[in-house]
T-cell receptor
């Protein structure tokens, strides 16, 4: 079946280090992927997206990498800050639907 | 602030009851999406409306229904509530042709 899932439920990173959050997807026909950030008590917030014809896309302190061969997506956060503490979801856009993975909680260690 | 509003913020009700959740999309957005978020299921897409018409359906139970009104606000109706319906319900909106969705703050529903 179709699924978008994350490898780890929790990731702890030292403040200032880089964070890498991983995601695997199963539908090779997927053509668009999104990362969302959800802080406690808030709705998901768009971070960055990538189309399947790209391998890499960079934003402000974030980079998304797409490996279509192994159907793997990752979000890299540079110089992780306390404000990055949240749950991160990868999501797959299929037409008008977005299918979310279960999320990875990012803990920032002081 | 995403520009999407949802009311109420919290709702506590009993099993068997019916509730209505309300969402106002961002100004100019024609599409409204509803999601359910529970601890063990992550974010589940329920249904999408575009300019008043149902556009896509996800894992929405028959006990649940939604509609989008001429002023583009949307309501999600949940009936014959069960304990398992306790969750966060999010509404999102986006512009025509855009994939990026903007989420509201959510309604936390507790069924006792």
């Amino acid at each position: 079946g179709e699924s978008v899932g994350l490898h780890l439920p929790t990731l702890s990173v030292q403040e200032g280090d880089n964070s890498i959050i991983n995601c695997a997807y199963s539908n090779s026909a997927s053509d668009y992927f999104i990362w969302y950030k959800q802080e406690s008590g808030k709705g998901p917030q768009f971070i960055i997206d990538i189309r399947s014809n790209m391998d890499k896309r960079q934003g402000q302190r974030v980079t998304v990498l797409l490996n279509k061969t192994v159907k793997h997506l990752s979000l890299q956060i540079a110089a992780t800050q306390p404000g990055d503490s949240a749950v991160y979801f990868c999501a797959e856009n299929k037409g008008d639907k977005i299918i979310f993975g279960k999320g990875t909680r990012l803990h920032i260690l002081p | 602030d995403s520009g999407v509003t949802q009311t109420p913020k919290h709702l506590i009700t009993a099993t068997g009851q019916r509730v209505t959740l309300r969402c106002s999309p961002r100004s100019g957005d024609l599409s409204v999406y509803w999601y359910q978020q529970s601890l063990d299921q992550g974010l589940q897409f329920l249904i999408q409306y575009y300019n008043g018409e149902e556009r896509a359906k996800g894992n929405i139970l028959e006990r649940f229904s939604a509609q989008q009104f001429p002023d583009l606000h949307s309501e999600l109706n949940l009936s014959s509530l069960e304990l398992g319906d306790s969750a966060l319900y999010f509404c999102a909106s986006n512009r025509q042709g855009a994939y990026e969705q903007y989420f509201g703050p959510g309604t936390r529903l507790t069924v006792t």
